[in-house]
């Protein structure tokens, strides 16, 4: 599941929002096209600019499993976060992200 999260985080972090949607599960993808979940993405601005993954929490019950941790933007900002993982075809996928952070809007999450 961390190799997932860091995997997703370095495609958000570069820029291939597409990578990074292959990582989401067939269940998030049904509910969240492509185009939405780059809106998603634009919405938490430590996603795009995170620069490492930190996570200390982790928790599996069969085909299901969450991480939590941190990651740190390029600006030294550490903002909480969490994954959501099923398992499909043998491979983790995510099936949510919460980002702990001030969105653009100014409400919290």
Do not use: C, H
């Not at 990651?71 to 499909?88: A, D, Q």
């Amino acid at each position: 599941m961390v190799g997932v999260a860091n995997k997703q985080l370095e495609a958000i972090r570069s820029g291939d929002i597409k990578s990074a949607y292959s990582y989401t599960s067939s269940e998030f993808q049904k509910k969240i096209p492509l185009d939405k979940f780059e809106q998603l993405i634009g919405v938490y601005p430590a996603l795009k600019q995170n620069k490492s993954a930190s996570f200390t929490q982790r928790n599996i019950d069969y085909n299901s499993g969450e991480i939590a941790g941190s990651i740190t933007t390029v600006n030294g900002e550490t903002v909480p976060i969490e994954f959501n993982f099923i398992k499909e075809n043998g491979e983790w996928k995510v099936t949510y992200i919460t980002v702990f952070e001030k969105i653009e809007n100014g409400s919290a999450d």
